[in-house]
């Protein structure tokens, strides 16, 4: 999953993280000097049996507004789930707004806040059969839209047809599992490509709220895929035609949408048709969500740090370094520190460029002077990675493209590029609509120059994004190293490995394609399911050392800064983002 927030973490630009999964989000009462670096849950527990209502978060009071300030993260460009890909938008619809066949929810027992897969729109997990070439789900009859109609097993089959539409929806995460898992995949193109083509795909039965999905080969993580608003309802016919459904969502969770300011700010107030008996995880507490993307950092920082009337009932998304020692002394267990299996990367061209380039610019790259430039803390936010895969996700292994941990070492730089039949230039964008961004793009660029390259990195008002995954843009042609900040869909390397290296995906940035790698990706899903995790990892290692097609900078953990006056403060580890779930103001 691709994370919105445009953190200068590669190649100066915002990587917005995709997909995520995490592990613990409590903060606890620990000083600046006591905290480091918290690697991800291997694994996420499930409850098929879950029901609604979910259980009251002890002290819990109804009413008030929070406010969510986001900085540097222009955030989701429109609300339409079956587009639905990012940290930062997803975190927000799936807690709030749009329901799925399964959620998440989190685990009351734990110490450490991870989440548990359980139940949503669907009464269990799924009914595989013994292959997993086919799931039905059971909708549940006692949920329903915010203008009170009940939604049915057509409308949740509807969105998933959906989400079979790649040229409507090309950054949806539909183009990496519907259409590589589901029947008919690289052939039917979805409802509005394909329009007079009946799919086979999907089948329902309104009588007995029933949805069955066939799929094109084995896919025992259906369960983990239907958690995604794509594995959601959507409103039959022209009500939810693209692009302007994306502007105009009807809801189906406890909150609906008051107003929408893309890259600006979203407004969410209760939705009175929500039926809590029938969802076994979220609350709806609070009156009123308000989110206000592209924040200041500085200035939130300033303000969550004054315990004033506008911070108390606040939370933001981030810390810069300058305040982490300041935040950890006065918020004490308000900062929560999340960990998630996200990894940021340097996507160099792939056809343009040979491995010497590719290497030299692993070493040129300033790793601890980029991440203090975009606010992050070195040893507690971010360390250097080493492979794809992040840690914490089974069958990860552990490796060193060039025998060592890359390190800013432009000397070794400069002899690397001696070896390259590559101009030592580098061709680049960044999101200069934030001011960390900018600065830390200043210091990658003097990082690159003294490594001997040449560097032309030139600003950019939207996400980076929007350029990298366009393969016809003419600016992404000219651009000779790009980046992407992945953040894994479930515990699997399945949702790391092949999203960023298969040839033609969406978020494979540098255009990276070699059939034994794209055969080797097929080959792994086929086997045994207690191999494939080991599988994964050997791949990752595999097609790094021959390769080193994608160039790992950062493995990565957040900081999320609470209000005094919002109850329980924690993350949410299935996302890497803050637990929205269960939040509430104290009264």
């Known amino acids: 999953m691709r994370r919105t927030k445009p953190l200068a973490v590669v190649a100066g630009a915002a990587l917005l993280t995709l997909a995520a999964c995490g592990g613990s989000g409590d903060g606890g009462e620990t000083n600046a000097g006591e905290r480091e670096f918290d690697n991800a849950s291997e694994t996420i527990d499930k409850d098929p049996e879950a029901q609604g209502p979910a259980e009251d978060i002890e002290g819990a009071t109804a009413g008030g507004t929070i406010t969510v300030f986001l900085p540097g993260d222009p955030g989701p460009d429109d609300l339409d789930p079956t587009n639905g890909w990012s940290v930062t938008g997803n975190s927000i ?28 729109l669907a009464v269990d997990l799924g009914q595989p059969n013994e292959d997993f070439t086919e799931w039905t789900f059971e909708i549940r009859d006692d949920a329903t839209w915010e203008d009170g109609s ?40 979805g409802p509005y490509t394909d329009k007079n083509t009946d799919w086979e795909g999907v089948e329902f039965d309104n009588d007995a709220s029933t949805v069955t999905i066939k799929m094109a080969k084995t896919f025992p ?111 004490g267990d308000r900062l929560v520190q999340q960990s998630s299996q996200c990894t940021s990367f340097l996507y160099p061209d792939y056809e343009s460029t040979d491995l010497n380039w590719r290497k030299a610019v692993a070493y040129a790259y300033p790793y601890e002077d980029a991440w203090q430039a975009g606010g992050e803390v ?88 929007s350029t990298w995954t366009n393969p016809d843009d003419k600016r992404n042609q000219s651009l000779n190293l790009r980046g992407v900040n992945w953040c894994s869909d479930w515990p699997s390397g399945l949702t790391m490995v092949p999203p960023l290296t298969r040839t033609g995906a969406t978020y494979n940035t540098g255009f990276f394609s070699e059939q034994s790698v794209d055969d080797r990706m097929d080959e792994i899903p086929t086997l045994d399911l207690e191999e494939q995790a080991e599988a994964w990892g050997q791949l990752d290692e595999d097609l790094s050392t021959e390769f080193f097609p994608i160039i790992p900078t950062a493995f990565r953990n957040d900081l999320y800064a609470f209000g005094s006056k919002i109850g329980n403060p924690t993350g949410d580890g299935s996302i890497g983002a803050p637990n929205y779930k269960d939040l509430f103001v104290m009264q």
Do not use: C
């Not at 959906?162 to 052939?187: N, V």
């Not at 690397?416 to 793009?441: H, K």
């Not at 690159?448 to 990195?457: K, L, P």
């Open 378 to 465: 070195p040893g507690v936010t971010r360390v250097p990675a080493n492979s794809i895969m992040p840690p914490g996700m089974s069958g990860k292994s552990d490796y060193f493209v060039d025998g060592e941990q890359f390190t800013f070492d432009p000397e070794k730089a400069k002899e690397l590029l001696a070896e390259s039949d590559t101009p030592a230039e580098i061709s680049m964008i960044f999101y200069e609509a934030d001011p960390l961004a900018v600065a830390t793009q200043k210091v990658i660029t003097e990082g690159f120059e003294q490594a001997g390259f040449t560097v032309d990195a030139k600003g950019t008002q939207e996400s980076p994004y």
């Open 93 to 120: 619809q799936q807690a709030l707004t749009s329901r799925s066949l399964t959620q998440y929810k989190r685990d009351p027992e734990s110490s450490t806040g991870e989440m548990i897969l359980v139940p949503d």
């Open 150 to 189: 009940p939604i049915t097993a057509e409308e949740v089959a509807w969105g998933i047809n959906r989400s079979m539409d790649s040229e409507q929806f090309p950054s949806g995460p539909g183009t990496e599992y519907s259409q590589q898992y589901f029947l008919g995949a690289g052939e039917y193109e």
């Open 221 to 331: 993580d259906m369960d983990y895929w239907g958690a995604f608003m794509a594995m959601g309802p959507a409103p039959l016919g022209k009500e939810s035609q693209p692009p302007a459904y994306g502007q105009n969502i009807k809801s189906n969770g406890p909150y609906k949408v008051d107003s929408f300011r893309p890259g600006d700010e979203l407004v969410l107030v209760k939705n009175d048709q929500w039926n809590p008996e029938s969802d076994p995880a979220r609350h709806q507490y609070a009156d009123k969500w308000v989110f206000k993307f592209n924040a200041d950092g500085d200035q939130t920082d300033q303000i969550m740090l004054s315990d004033n009337t506008e911070s108390q009932t606040a939370l933001s998304t981030q810390l810069g370094s300058s305040s982490y020692t300041d935040g950890s002394e006065v918020l």
